[in-house]
């Protein structure tokens, strides 16, 4: 099983400025991986596949890198409606499918 | 794309329960179809997935935590995915999410479609 570990659980920052979320994992998952974005009461929003892919109209302030065991996720500049929970997930060995453990992002 | 869950509800441990995922608005029989959960103050955790594998008919996947208990298939006719789930625990109390995969006629993974949830309460 790939386990993907999130850091930091926590990310305190303002409106405008630079977030960078990181996400490992325990083997190899080539660029097999999605980020998804979770507002409480809503359900995951897909923003990045295949490491650095945008989903459909997702704003380009959000970009994707990495490949292998190491993968981040970065928002340009943070808009108010960004502030949510962050999940990376890898889809190169499943099942399991498995999801990291979240990076909130929370205003300062 | 809709995709709407229904059949959570309060059950008791050791009980049973079947959601429903009725899909619209786009070709149902060609995507895989996924249940994802979120327990409260936890991360996100798949569930199972089933996609259609020709005449040998849909292949099925679980997490280890719901094999054995819980049963995903689906309806192509009626564009609707199901879960049932027996053999409740505490544990498995969570909003389940019916999730399209992303690329048709594929094993793929990657959920671009979601529904709104239903909330299974083992208690």
């Known amino acids: 099983e790939v386990v993907l570990t999130q850091s930091p659980a926590t990310l305190s920052l303002s409106p405008g400025e630079r977030a960078t979320l990181s996400c490992r994992a325990s083997?190899?998952?080539?660029?097999?991986l999605a980020w998804y974005q979770q507002k409480p009461g809503q359900p995951p929003k897909l923003l990045i596949y295949?490491?650095?892919n945008r989903a459909t109209g997702i704003p380009a302030r959000f970009s994707g890198s990495g490949s292998g065991t190491d993968f981040t996720l970065t928002i340009s500049s943070l808009e108010p409606e960004d502030f949510a929970v962050y999940y990376c997930?890898?889809?190169?060995?499943?099942?399991?499918?498995?999801f990291g453990g979240g990076t909130k992002v929370e205003i300062k | 794309v809709q995709l709407v869950e229904s059949g959570g509800g309060l059950v008791q441990p050791g009980g049973s329960l079947r959601l429903s995922c009725a899909a619209s608005?786009?070709?149902?029989?060609?995507?895989?179809m996924n249940w994802v959960r979120h327990r409260p103050g936890k991360g996100l955790e798949w569930v199972s997935g089933i996609v259609m594998s020709g005449v040998s008919g849909p292949s099925t996947y679980y997490a280890d935590s719901v094999k054995g208990r819980f049963t995903i298939s689906r309806d192509d006719s009626k564009n609707s995915l199901y879960l049932q789930m027996s053999s409740l625990r505490a544990e498995d109390t969570a909003t389940y999410y019916c999730?399209?995969?992303?690329?048709?006629?594929?094993?793929?993974?990657?959920?671009?479609?979601w529904g709104q949830g239903t909330l299974v309460t083992v208690s």
């Open positions: 608005g786009f070709t149902f029989n060609i995507y895989m």
């Open positions: 083997q190899s998952v080539n660029n097999y």
């Open positions: 295949d490491a650095s």
């Open positions: 999730a399209k995969s992303k690329v048709a006629s594929s094993r793929d993974m990657v959920f671009d479609d």
């Open positions: 997930q890898q889809r190169v060995t499943w099942p399991p499918l498995s």
